[in-house]
């Protein structure tokens, strides 16, 4: 007879198939297979999928196919958005940041320390980083998603630290399910489609079973200009509207004239902000400026296509061997849209005789502002006689040809926004083979092989190059230069002054390839040793393997995108990057009940496991790492209805690509205040020092600016001698399951992760403090203040990547992090007599997440802040969140509610205390208030207050076929608080808002049909 496959049966609903563990005993294959057991009447949320977290020594979040249906979701990333302990990372949501994918950031310690697995086993990668693109996962077909905490590195290997995501995928689907769905918000707009068929089979008198799953999912744009909160960028220092000050007319600067007594630049008395100037409509540079609203142009909705294939099968060629197989392909299309491009502080040379140049302004640039200087402390650059011949010059040979060079900052609107596509393929198939070698003892051996290629093309980007060329010009149709297609460009009149010839010379196409490939071999033999402890009714369960993986990564880019400041607005130059490592394994895990049905001792089990891992990186002189990690824990159960559960685990993170192989980059962070802006230097000689120890001219001190839009230059780089983090995880809990309220569970688990030797970079706010610190104490020779290199024209820590490299923060092995805090998850289903009722309730504690970037610096805590430095993984992670969900089941109706509740959040302490000390040093005329000076920020935008959403869902079973699904999103149309736009980190304070934490898009509408036959 057949043996009724025990090693299928263990796949299906043992440890090993909900990703738990390698292990799988004899009792949970009988007992799945013929036995009712207490746990089997816990469900998830109306699903009849018995939830791991109530049989696991591990805590485990079980989100079913049924909740997401109700979510009515479009991709992954936004089920897992809306689960309390997930911090929001890339996503849809995410526009100025967002490469084309989306990933998930379990406990806030960033997206690089889980991994997302598919049924169980690993997929190729999207980027350098690592990580999965969750937009890849087949949803249709996924039967509900696990997120275990923690304990999980030596099941699955590195990058598990904070835990794993497993998607688990409906098995020997048999039949045919069709479904489509459509949301809409309230105003019209971001419009969403998901389209879903599958079809699947059983042959061979049952054998066999095949499935084949082909999707389409597409959302439009929403653009913040088309929500009224998020229409004008607003300053969240001042509190008043604000902008770019690359803008629209022109802004000049470099142009001081030259004290002869120093050879430096003097200041200009009449221009508190160093000599910048914008020219007016006049053709004069004056110190009053305008400017750029850039957020109407920016998205808060991405816009996404894709299509997807997912295919499985498994066959049973003998009573003792199923091979398997899986595949899957997906094609996405992200667009990421933000304000126009532009020169933002590069420098160009104009001539003198340039026929765009307006009289006032040449004069100006001759000498600014000569009489307002006492006579004779300097020599205006060009003498009137110099400067009126150099306007009727004929040519570079003519000998009163006059030029000055001066940065440029100017919008151009003309050229219409930057938008960066991104279209990304993978594939990634595994096919393998498993059996039973006794009753008892199963063997399983797997090999996959996956591919991803994001292909980045940028358009409507101006050049530098094209700047500088186009700004000599000979006439209105002639540049000096020799370059092919030259069109010269007035830069000094208004919008629209670029026409479409000369934007067209500006602006060229650009494009990065990223390809990454994961190869890997697996096998494990796992079963039961066939021993059992003198008080247990069960054997000790055991598993042993071995694995093999090969990662390699390269990013390809084009001459202008690895050109550092070429591409106006691009955020840093792309690299060239070819990297790989690779990773041999070998692990074992063992499971031993100890007590079983003994008075105070219903069950007791313990576990173990072991697995060493050795990393060797793909470069010469690279050091090989190998690393231990190991997990003990156990359960124990005094009664039937009470499990206490614990575990503890050694974990390892190594490097990724990314920190292995990026050269030294110049690219952007965000920092809203520079210690050496404004009036302070001139007040502290020191800082003054300081200031220009750091590669400020003279005469800029006592008029630098802060950095434009908040976002400074940062210099980063990793390294092949990286060594892998180190972390000791610990989570402790309890499983309730009282017999005298049927169909109630709850469990608690607290859950503690600290990080050590944690690869990264410092955040900016460290590495200004580690320089700056008090300001009175800094000094001009530290070294961690001479590694900051400053604009060599304006002073400041922005503009043209090829001169100023800004901050300095090298990805290095000196970091601490550090999480703790408490899930509880209860849920409840029994009959109310008119309906069904099902109630679902999920909620986190978060304790503490610490970040220390150094040895001896600040310990900084996050939970329940917001700031520039807090944003240093995801978005906001407040103290207290919980998600409740009410069903009530009718007839044929279901009727689904779901309250989302986010606790309050304040600006950074920590954040608000340094910006004070800079306040305090340039005299601001109310520090603590809603000053012009705009030197801390607005008191109105230091809280966010508690928010609530509700949905609601009703679902109709039209027929046993069809059924038809009607949802609102966010009931209340709750707006999101406002906070100004330069608060926190731009990927997620964006649209003067929290998009990712915070719902911008306003009440939707959804409605979907499914049938199935």
Not at 181 to 192: A, I, P, V, Y
Not at 958 to 977: G, H, R
Request: glycine content about 10%; aromatic content about 10%; proline content about 6%.
């Amino acid at each position: 007879m057949k043996t009724t496959r025990i090693h299928k049966l263990k796949y299906a609903a043992a440890p090993l198939a909900i990703g738990l563990a390698l292990i799988s005993t004899p009792s949970f294959a009988q007992d799945a297979a013929d036995e009712e057991e207490p746990a089997g009447e816990i469900v998830v949320t109306g699903s009849l999928i018995q939830n791991p977290n109530l049989v696991q020594s591990t805590p485990v979040n079980a989100t079913t196919a049924d909740e997401i249906d109700l979510l009515q979701s479009n991709v992954a990333e936004e089920v897992l958005r809306e689960l309390p302990g997930v911090v929001p990372s890339i996503g849809s949501a995410v526009n100025n940041g967002n490469g084309g994918a989306s990933y998930v950031d379990l406990r806030g310690l960033g997206s690089i320390r889980n991994i997302v697995l598919l049924d169980g086993q690993r997929i190729a990668p999207s980027g350098l980083l690592g990580r999965v693109d969750l937009n890849n996962i087949p949803l249709a077909l996924v039967e509900r998603v696990d997120a275990l905490t923690g304990a999980a590195v030596t099941t699955y290997g590195a990058d598990a630290i904070t835990g794993v995501v497993n998607f688990i995928t409906r098995k020997d689907f048999a039949g045919v399910e069709i479904s489509a769905g459509t949301q809409l918000t309230e105003k019209g707009d971001g419009h969403t489609v998901r389209i879903d068929a599958t079809v699947g089979g059983n042959f061979d008198d049952g054998r066999g079973n095949a499935v084949l799953s082909i999707g389409y999912q597409q959302s439009d744009p929403i653009y913040q200009g088309d929500r009224d909160f998020a229409n004008f960028q607003i300053s969240s220092y001042t509190g008043g509207t604000a902008g770019s000050g690359t803008s629209i007319p022109s802004r000049f600067s470099g142009t001081r004239p030259i004290d002869p007594l120093t050879g430096l630049p003097s200041i200009d008395p009449t221009v508190a902000n160093g000599g910048v100037r914008q020219v007016n409509a006049s053709g004069a540079a004056v110190p009053t400026f305008q400017t750029f609203n850039f957020n109407p142009f920016n998205i808060f909705q991405t816009p996404f296509k894709r299509f997807n294939i997912f295919a499985q099968g498994n066959y049973e060629i003998s009573d003792a061997v199923e091979i398997y197989t899986r595949g899957m392909f997906s094609k996405n299309t992200v667009d990421t849209i933000i304000a126009p491009s532009g020169s933002f502080g590069g420098t160009v040379t104009i001539n003198l005789n340039n026929p765009y140049l307006p009289s006032t302004l040449r004069n100006q640039f001759c000498a600014f502002n000569t009489s307002t200087v006492a006579s004779g402390l300097y020599t205006p650059r060009f003498t009137p006689a110099q400067c009126a011949a150099a306007a009727t010059a004929t040519g570079r040979t003519d000998p009163n040809y006059r030029e000055v060079t001066v940065t440029l900052n100017r919008r151009t609107s003309e050229v219409g926004p930057r938008i960066s596509n991104y279209q990304t393929t993978i594939f990634d198939y595994r096919i393998g083979a498993r059996g039973s070698i006794s009753e008892s003892i199963d063997w399983d051996i797997s090999g996959a092989y996956g591919e991803s290629e994001n292909v980045q093309t940028i358009k409507n980007y101006t050049l530098q190059s094209r700047f500088r060329q186009a700004t000599l010009a000979d006439n209105t149709t002639t540049c000096q230069t020799a370059t092919a297609g030259c069109v010269p460009v007035n830069l000094f009149g208004p919008e629209g002054s670029i026409t479409p010839a000369m934007a067209a010379f500006l602006t060229a196409d650009s494009s990065t390839v990223v390809r990454t490939t994961l190869a890997q071999v697996r096998g494990t033999i796992s079963g039961d040793i066939g021993f059992t402890a003198p008080w247990a009714g069960e054997a000790v369960g055991f598993a042993v393997g071995g694995e093999y993986r090969k990662y390699g990564a390269t990013q390809s880019s084009d001459l202008l995108a690895r050109t550092p400041g070429e591409l106006g607005g691009a955020g840093g130059a792309a690299p060239n990057i070819d990297g790989g490592y690779d990773v041999y394994e070998a692990f074992g895990e063992i499971i031993a009940p100890i007590v079983s049905d003994k008075p105070l001792f219903h069950s007791l089990t313990l576990e173990a496991g072991l697995r060493y891992s050795s990393y060797k990186v793909n470069a010469a002189g690279s050091p090989k790492n190998d690393t231990w990690t190991w997990k003990v824990g156990g359960s124990w159960e005094p009664v039937e209805s009470l499990k206490i559960r614990s575990n503890y685990s050694r974990a390892v993170r190594a490097p990724n690509i990314n920190e292995l192989y990026f050269p030294a980059t110049v690219g952007l962070t965000n920092l809203a205040i520079d210690p050496c802006s404004g009036a302070a230097p001139t007040l502290n000689p020191n800082l003054s020092a300081i200031c220009i120890a750091q590669g400020a001219p003279v005469g800029s001190i006592g008029s630098i600016t802060n950095p434009t839009a908040a976002q400074a230059n940062i210099t980063t780089f990793g390294s092949i001698n990286l060594s892998p983090e180190t972390a000791d995880t610990l989570t402790l809990g309890a499983v309730f399951q009282p017999d005298f309220i049927p169909g109630f569970s709850m469990s608690l688990d607290y859950y503690n992760i600290k990080i050590k030797d944690v690869i990264g970079a410092a955040l900016p706010g460290d590495l200004i403090g580690a320089c700056f610190g008090t300001i009175t104490a800094a000094s001009a020779t530290s070294a961690d203040c001479t590694v900051i290199r400053r604009n060599p024209i304006t002073g400041g820590l922005d503009g043209d990547p090829a001169t100023t490299a800004g901050l300095f923060g090298p990805i290095t092995n000196q970091g601490k992090l550090k999480t703790d805090g408490i899930d509880l998850l209860a849920n409840w289903k029994g009959d109310i007599g008119f309906a069904d009722l099902s109630l679902a309730f999920v909620g986190n504690w978060t304790n503490s997440s610490k970040f220390q970037s150094r040895p001896g610096g600040l310990n900084r805590e996050c939970v329940g802040y917001y700031s520039v430095n807090c944003s240093f993984t995801g978005s906001i992670q407040p103290e207290f969140q919980t998600s409740t969900r009410a069903t009530f089941g009718f007839e044929d109706v279901d009727l689904s509610f779901l309250w989302r509740w986010t606790d309050a959040v304040q600006f950074e302490p920590q954040q608000l205390a340094d910006d004070l000390v800079v306040a305090n040093a340039t005299g601001c005329t109310d520090p603590n208030g809603a000053d012009p000076d705009g030197c801390m920020v607005n008191p109105e935008f230091r809280n966010i207050g508690a928010e609530h959403y509700f949905d609601l869902t009703a679902r109709w079973n039209a027929s046993d076929n069809f059924s038809f699904t009607f949802t609102i999103q966010n009931l209340l149309n709750n707006k999101p608080k406002v906070v100004g736009n330069t608060i926190g980190a731009t990927s997620f304070n964006s649209g003067n808002v929290y998009p990712s934490t915070y719902d911008a898009l306003g009440r939707r509408f959804g409605v979907a049909a499914k049938l199935t036959f």
